[in-house]
């Protein structure tokens, strides 16, 4: 049981690096602790939604959009474990996906 923890930790901080890293690719800019980026879920000209690396959460000022680190990288199109262990990682942060 114990490596398998690991083993999900270790996937999570992958996903959370990958995701910090296309962020980046699309025009992310640090701010802060935060890095702003074009929003993935309106057509956005200007930097409008927040990535928070700390806290794995984002949020759009524009639109309301926000949520987890896995549906951020979901919409981005990173790549995340499928099936029932994808949905267990998903609820391992808890965080509430707002639309």
């Known amino acids: 049981m114990t490596d398998e923890v690991g083993s999900d930790r270790g996937e999570i901080e992958r996903i959370w690096q990958a995701l910090e890293a296309v962020v980046l690719e699309r025009g992310?800019?640090?701010?802060?602790?935060?890095?702003?980026?074009?929003?993935?879920?309106?057509?956005?000209?200007?930097?409008?939604?927040?990535?928070?690396?700390?806290?794995?959460?984002?949020?759009?000022?524009?639109?309301?959009?926000?949520?987890?680190?896995?549906?951020?990288?979901?919409?981005?199109?990173v790549e995340l474990p499928s099936g029932e262990r994808g949905l267990a990682l998903d609820q391992v942060r808890g965080h509430r996906v707002h639309r």
Request: aromatic residues 10%.
């Open 28 to 77: 992310g800019k640090p701010d802060g602790r935060e890095i702003v980026f074009l929003c993935p879920t309106h057509s956005d000209h200007n930097p409008s939604a927040r990535w928070h690396p700390e806290k794995h959460v984002w949020n759009c000022f524009t639109c309301g959009g926000g949520g987890g680190a896995f549906d951020l990288a979901k919409r981005l199109g």
